[in-house]
């Protein structure tokens, strides 16, 4: 089986910056993309980000382009998510997946494994 663990979550004031970690263990082998995605209160999970294992290409919702950078290491089976600028938009559960098939990046279905969720909290 496959854990993904994600951290890094807190408690911030508006404008300032965050980064969440992903470690995935078990079954590593296999990820063909990353992704990173938010439920806030009321609201559906959403896509935020996603990056290809193999080339290191990267996706963004339009929400969060400009602010938010995907990366990985692939050594440590680590993706990161750098959210800067954070805006109060921007606080919701953030859920980590991993996509073993190739599929469309930006939809839920495409990623067979998730994370509990880290909780971001942006005050205004």
């Known amino acids: 089986q496959v854990q993904l663990v994600e951290s890094g979550g807190g408690l911030v004031q508006v404008g300032d910056s965050l980064r969440l970690s992903c470690v995935a263990s078990?079954?590593?082998?296999?990820?063909?993309?990353m992704g990173w995605f938010r439920q806030a209160p009321g609201k559906e999970r959403e896509f935020v980000a996603s990056?290809?294992?193999?080339?290191?290409?990267?996706y963004y919702a339009a929400s969060v382009k400009g602010r938010f950078t995907i990366s990985r290491d692939n050594a440590k089976n680590t993706v990161y998510l750098q959210m800067n600028s954070l805006i109060p938009e921007d606080a919701a559960v953030y859920y980590c997946?991993?996509?073993?098939?190739?599929?469309?990046?930006?939809?839920?279905?495409?990623?067979?494994?998730w994370g509990q969720g880290t909780q971001v909290t942006v005050s205004s």
């Open positions: 997946a991993k996509s073993i098939y190739v599929g469309n990046v930006y939809y839920q279905d495409s990623y067979s494994y």
């Open positions: 078990g079954r590593t082998f296999s990820t063909v993309a």
């Open positions: 990056i290809t294992w193999s080339d290191g290409s990267t």
